[in-house]
């Protein structure tokens, strides 16, 4: 049911939506294997050539990201240039795996979805690379710095354009890796290395769940490609299609860090900042969201398998805000953001084609003034001595106004202020919850709520805590602003905080762009609902709560011992302690025992055969006593024995 | 051999019975005799009855040349070989009855009793029909007709039993051969050791004054002791044999111990 | 009426004793003379054996157990020869070192 192409967009009340039929892609687009070729060169380069590209090595490293989101830009304008139905190209780079029946090539896909992907990470991505040669100009490292970056920019970059699924994971499998590499970046502290290493290890659970669903979808339709998967899934029975958006909403769990698979997200603060801001805010983290929306056709015919994504994005979101309502470390609290955040993506996501546009919107806002947070956090860690915790914050506004300034735009833009980003893409995701009707939109719908409240409370204490209050740093810290290399992308990402929201969401620019893709709301909704308004409320009643524990009063430098529910949420809300008595010890008890079995057991049945051998020859050795008389007794005794034998067998 | 052994009529059937019966308790004693004497000759001679007695039955049975084969050359060589040994290591070793082995005895006394019940049963079973009637080849033509067989049929063992033959006579040299280390000493550096060495009589043989004249009995000297000097190195030498008891009394009494005293000293001292 | 029956059952009793005899002496030469017994025994049977059948075969067979025995004779006995000038004991209880 897609439109004849030119006009804008009729909202219609049809669920399934099958996206247009991909053409090949013409002229530029063609090109599209350079918005690959870009970043890996760069790394190829920066990792292979060693010391000597040192000096130089960090201007390679910003330039191929500027040089990829060029390329982007121009991809998109000649898109745009396409009617609506013709917007779905794509072009296949070689043929990967020619197996028989298991046909795979390298394919990439340039859809609208894909290029918002794009513009959002090489974008991003490029304004983070130029803070990042301000941020780490002291550290010997840099050169390796920017060539993992760039090995993670081609990662992202493959996963969002791939046009068959098989593509998609080795893309995702790509950007795991580097984000391995880069939060255990400083590989002589021990808790990075840890910390990447726990990375590692639940994105790799949920990358099971990935694999299973791609195995199949394989078994099932024979293809991986979108078009082939989308077009066909329609043949299978509800239970596969449930299986296979479970295995995906895992996949997706493990990749944007989601109850279940979400205690790796806070420890990922290890790494750099600049990681931190690129890789755990603006886009590894919300690859989940893109796989959910990109598999949109298999959730449509799905509504147990939505219901468990909004589900897992409405635990998350709560989840994630207790636990950023606790923490004192600025990183930590904007990680329990991010998370939250993510869980409004998956809500969104969760409710079918009513969200699937406002998911992608919030991402994209998000992208924005979640790296400009980020950013500023940096900016402030670097201004005083890589100290982060906010308790020895204070009274910044005054020495660093730009950061205070930026910072400050993308809390407003956080915490949904009209007329900032949030508002415009947080406010549609709670009003379609609540939209969905029946117990689970009331439930959802009110989680939603109350996360809003709890977002703008912790953001509003992070604030207060940092910039706000009176100076309680040390003597021996000589904050002032950053330099322009690291302030300059801080200004363009708050300008973005600012506008972007506003700019996707009004006159359904955004909806009308994805709509082809995603799918439309069936009902449309207007700016201001019963909904936000109430969202508006609590926000504001969050930042006065704030404002009276942290703003007024004197924050204490050490920790006060806090209630339960704060030191819960100090623990993770001891997700960490779940994931040790569940999985973690158990496995070492399994371990353990099949050392003790394979010692005792196999080891001991072995060595049993082995001495029972030397033992017995032991025994048996005494037989040659060396006397002569002795040996011609027992030849006599065996004739005997012949003689026996030979006459029975006569008998 | 001329004339056939084999006697026709009944009166040869009485004969060889008898001569059978006889001959077989003969060798039968013989054997247990021979497994149960405690000296080594006794056993050599009783093994020789048994030979013996074999060789008539060999005559019986109409196997002439084997026979006086048996007489020739198993009781006359190589018993005789047995003897010539015998000599040589102690002619009145004897083996002492201890048994050493633990159930050595028991075994070997089952065992026996074991082997014989069964090749009795085996004889039992077999079956051993009545002689094939007489031909030329037993009695008057029984060595041409064996030298017939050697020469076509067994040639091949013949051949290698004779090469073991010469095999076996080189291999008795060799293990009886002892190495000369120096140059052979001349008769003129004998007869200087033998002056030099203080001692111009030879060594005093075995057995002399002894009650036995074994290889291993030693002299006795005439005060009664024994003379070391008498025996071979290479046997062992063999105590608990006192001095004999003379007629006449103890040696030490009377003019018997004095000259017997007077000439031991001056025999010891020339003796080093 | 002497059968051949009779001269197996001789030569067996024959070869019984000298197996017993073989375990139970010490003296070497005593112990080779019932190996000599043993092979006499089991030239009655050839004997015998030769007479029932009615062809010489079971005679030269004998003769070539004689020849061979006196062969192994001569070298038995250089050999315990040997051993006796060495050690000094013709016992062979005395000859036990290839023991455990």
Redesign the interface.
Known sequence: MTGSGHAPFVINSALTVLPPAPLHATGLQDAAGLLLAFPLLGAAILLLGGKRTNRWGHLVGVAMPLLAFAYGVAAYVQMLGYPAAQRVRELTLYQFINVGRFQIPLGLRLDQLSICFVLLITGVGSLIFIFAVGYMANDPERRRFFGYMNLFLAAMLLLVLGSNYLVLYAGWEGVGLASYLLIGFWQFKNSAAVAAKKAFVANRVGDVGLSLAIMLMFAEFGTTNFTGVFGAVHTASHGVVLAIGLLLLLGACGKSAQVPLQSWLLDAMEGPTPVSALIHAATMVTAGVYLIVRSAPIFDLSADARLAVAIVGAVTLLWGAIIGCAKDDIKKALAGSTMSQIGYMMLAAGLGPAGYVFAIAHLLAHGFFKAGMFLGAGSVKHEMDDEVDMRRFGGLWKVMPITWVTFGLGYLAIIGVPPFSGFFTKDPIIDAAFGQGGTSGALLGTAALLGAGITSFYMSRVMFMTFGGERRWDEKVHPHEAPPVMTSPMIVLAIGSVAAGGFLILDNRLLNFLGPVTGVPPTSHGIWTRAGIATLVLVAIGIVIAWALYGRREVPVVAPAGNPVTVAARKDLYGDAINEGLLMRPGQWLTRLSVFFDNRGVDGLVNTVAATFGGTSGRMRRLQSGFVRSYALSMLVGAVLLVGALLLVRL | MSHTIELAGPAA?TT??IA?WIL?IA??AA??G??LARK?VH??IL?AV??LS?AV??A????P??AF??II??TG???M??LF??M???IS?A??II???RG??M???L??I???V??????G?AA??????A?A??GNG?VT??AN??FTR?LY??EI?SA??I???V??MV??HRERIGPKPTQRELAAERIASGRSAPLPGPGTYAQHNAADMPALLPDGSQSELSVSA???FREAEGPPELPGGAPESGPAGSIASAPSESHEAGDQ | MVSPAHFIALSVILFVIGAVGVLVRRNAIVVFMCVELMLNAANLAFVTFARMHGNLDGQIIAFFVMVVAAAEVVVGLAILTTIFRARRSASVDDANLMKY
Not at chain 2, 60 to 63: F, H, I, V
Not at chain 2, 128 to 133: D, H, K, Q, T, W
Request: aromatic share 10%.
């Open positions: 059937e060889r019975l059978y077989a060798s039968v054997a247990i021979m497994v080594a056993c050599a093994l048994v030979m074999l039955f060999y019986m049975e109409g196997a040349f084997l084969v048996q050359v198993y060589a190589v018993l070989l047995f040994v015998l040589i290591v102690g070793a083996d002492s048994e050493t082995i050595q005895r075994w070997a006394a065992s026996g074991a082997m014989l069964l090749l009795c049963l085996v004889i079973h051993i029909g009545s002689a094939a009637p031909s080849k037993f029984n007709g064996l067989l050697i067994y063992p013949f039993t073991l033959l095999i076996a006579a291999g008795a293990l009886a290479v046997l062992t």
